[in-house]
């Protein structure tokens, strides 16, 4: 064919633009910015940023924290459930982080009822293993939707509260545990659970949901959030320090197996009692440091994290909190310099 | 009679290697936008593929750069005007560029920020830099702006390859097209 034809170059650039301009547009839609509407990692985590906006260089939530380091003394039981290393008998290397459940790096002890754990375990064939976990012995909703609802509502006072509860009736059982269950004042007293369900595949390639929890060797002191008010705002770092500089602290990791027909895609139920359960092993936190300077500041216990042996389940949380926790980590670290690192720094502050 | 008859063509490697690297890098950069914008459980395959995909690209990228090396490529037409074929030159060294840059800057980000790089099939790779905050921003920055950049680019790169096919019609797309040579279609 000859280029002296007639034919019109205007038809090819209309298709030029055609195949420029749709691609264009398939790329916005796909990153979201044509549906504001879309839950997307970045509105979720703004979503949990106090009416003040967020502590710059602080995690998202979970913002108030001290960092320890010790070790998780495998007894060898796990492997009947995973072929994960970290389940075969020996001690493996741990970084961990205490911690409140707020945005607020500064809150008061006793305003904070949720409290959490964040959990590495490293082992030397180099997999690694990171959680977070929570006191409560169920999660507050069904699905990551939900918990949006819940930040977008809690701050919009009781009437939004009857609301979301009307729509989230599951939410009570979290709100029972909150309402009822005894405080302690030590990080040593308490129970810290996966809440989420993951697979654990063994040797023989049989996988099987469970859930995790850490259960304190202390014997729990009951303390009234007044009682806790009066030994001041950061009780409870000041506590674990101390603790763990006399004598390590311990808890113990159970693993809890799903039968056929336990919810396995909704921490807001708990399973039956009577599960299988089985002591993998025991968590031993040797040594207490300051966030600022310590070693969890710039981890992210992220929970798919996982080690071979490991995965996550049809629980929709772990991924949305993936997500969340990236975001979390991406925004906070380049905000470095509004939290110095040295711990002379900090305490110069007020 | 139309030039395309004369214009030399990229080998049979080289076109393969172009298609399915094409292929690759624009599921990558629909992925990579993708996954950010979603809280779903799609989140965890969507980020492994991203990151399995994008080692393999960086893989695939180092042999095609051999074989440009070594085997060249056909000339531009002889009338293409200058600033047309300053344009290509420079467009395609920068899609080169941005093809090795890319996933070195996945892996390094990865790395600044403490996270294992496994890919599917538990590979595991190793840390090519040790934590650092300052170093993850900059990185994490690098990766987004030069992943729209590149976008931009490769539409760039498709209305001009388009443009050559369409309007020139000068042979320069049946160079690298993806379908065996037509040696007496043209008349
Ligand atoms: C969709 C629901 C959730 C969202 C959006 C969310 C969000 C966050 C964010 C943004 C952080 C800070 C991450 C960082 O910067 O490193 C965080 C930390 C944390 N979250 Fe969640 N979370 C969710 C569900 C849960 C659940 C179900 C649990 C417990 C089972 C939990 C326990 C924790 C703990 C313990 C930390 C502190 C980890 C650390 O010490 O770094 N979260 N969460
Ligand atoms: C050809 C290679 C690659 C291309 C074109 C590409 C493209 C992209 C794009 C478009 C995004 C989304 C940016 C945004 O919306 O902010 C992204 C994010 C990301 N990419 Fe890549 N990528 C490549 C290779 C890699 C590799 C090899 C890795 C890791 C091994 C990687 C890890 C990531 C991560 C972790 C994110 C999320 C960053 C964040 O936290 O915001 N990428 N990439
Ligand atoms: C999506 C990612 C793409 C990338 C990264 C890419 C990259 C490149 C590069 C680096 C070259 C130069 C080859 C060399 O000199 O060794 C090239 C050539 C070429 N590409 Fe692409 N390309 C992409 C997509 C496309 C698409 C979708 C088309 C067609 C619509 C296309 C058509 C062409 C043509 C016709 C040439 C030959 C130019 C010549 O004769 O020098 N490319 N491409």
Known sequence: MSRSSSRSPLVPLAVIALVAGGSAAAFAYTAGWLSPERLTPARLVAALAPPGGP????????????????????????????????????????????????????????????????????????????????????????????????????????????AFI??????????????????????????????NSFLFTDAAGTTRAVRWSLRPAATPVPIT????????????????????????????????????????ADPTKAWPQGRRTIEVGTLV???????????????????????????????????????????????????????????????AKP | MSRA???????????????TMAAGIVAMLFIGVAMLSTVAPAYVPLVATHKTLGVALFALVL???????????PPLPADLPPLMRLGAVLSHWALYGLMIVMPLLGWAMLSAAAYPVVLFGNVRLPPILPQSDSLHTLLWAAHRWLAFAFFALILLHVAAALFHALVRRDGVFEAMSPLPAKPTAER
């Open chain 2, 63 to 73: 042999v095609r750069l051999i074989l440009r090396l070594t085997l060249g490529a």
């Open chain 1, 166 to 195: 009307g729509r989230h009736p599951e939410f009570m059982a979290f709100a029972g545990w909150a309402g009822s269950a005894p405080w302690t004042s030590s990080y040593a007293e308490d129970p810290f659970n996966s809440l």
């Open chain 2, 5 to 19: 008859m004369f214009h030399a063509r990229f080998s049979g490697a080289q076109r393969l290697l172009h298609w």
């Open chain 1, 55 to 162: 502590a710059l260089g602080h995690r998202r939530n979970h913002a108030k924290g001290i960092c320890f380091t010790g070790e998780f003394q495998s007894n060898g039981n796990g492997v009947a459930l995973s072929k994960a290393k970290v389940f075969t008998a020996g001690a493996w290397p741990v970084l961990g982080r205490f911690n409140l459940a707020t945005p607020n790096p500064n809150a008061a002890d006793a305003t904070v009822r949720v409290r959490g754990m964040g959990l590495q375990i490293t082992t030397p064939d180099g997999d690694v293993w990171r959680s977070a976990m929570i006191d409560a012995p169920v999660f507050a909703v069904s699905t990551p939707q939900a918990f949006y609802d819940l930040l977008e509502s809690a701050p919009k006072g009781p009437e939004a509260m009857k």
């Open chain 1, 225 to 264: 959030p007044e009682e806790l008010t009066k030994k001041g705002p950061n009780y409870l770092e000041q506590e674990i320090a101390q603790r763990v500089a006399g004598a390590p602290q311990r808890w113990t990791m159970t693993v809890t197996v799903a039968e056929p027909g336990d919810n396995t």
């Open chain 1, 285 to 347: 936190v040797n040594k207490v440091i300051a966030e600022p300077d310590g070693p969890c500041r710039d981890i992210n216990f992220d929970p798919t994290i996982l080690p071979r042996g490991v995965s996550v389940s049809d629980d929709p949380f772990p991924a949305a909190r993936s997500s969340a926790y990236a975001r979390s980590y991406d925004l906070r670290t380049s905000e470095a310099k509004d939290y110095p690192r040295t711990s002379a720094a900090r305490s």
